[in-house]
């Protein structure tokens, strides 16, 4: 089993910036890529931004340009740099990591952008 822990979210003014931090710790032997989720009320769950194994990155169309997703493979742990954050951005955000087959998600941190 693998464990992640999100932290870095909170509350922060329109045009500010936010980084959130994803730190893997149990059974850690291999892990693939990782994610950034988030999940505004009424809406689905959506991919913001992922990661590969050697650092190849996907993003949402919404994000680009504002969001650096990276990853410090010997920490286990994946970063999500939020830039020129819009109220829009407003969202409970997952870490979320691959290994093998399995798949493992964070418990979600709020993200709060005020206006």
């Known amino acids: 089993q693998v464990q992640l822990v999100e932290s870095g979210g909170g509350l922060v003014q329109a045009g500010g910036s936010l980084r959130l931090s994803c730190a893997a710790s149990g059974n850690i032997f291999s892990l693939g890529a990782m994610g950034w989720y988030r999940q505004a009320p009424g809406k689905q769950r959506e991919l913001v931004a992922s990661i590969g194994t050697y650092g190849s990155t996907n993003y949402a169309d919404s994000v680009k340009g504002r969001f650096t997703i990276t990853r410090d493979n010997p920490k286990n742990t994946v970063y999500l740099q939020m830039n020129s954050l819009k109220p829009g951005d407003t969202a409970v955000y997952y870490c979320?990591?691959?290994?093998?087959?399995?798949?493992?998600w964070g418990q979600g941190i709020q993200v709060t952008v005020s206006s």
């Open positions: 979320n990591a691959g290994q093998l087959v399995d798949n493992y």
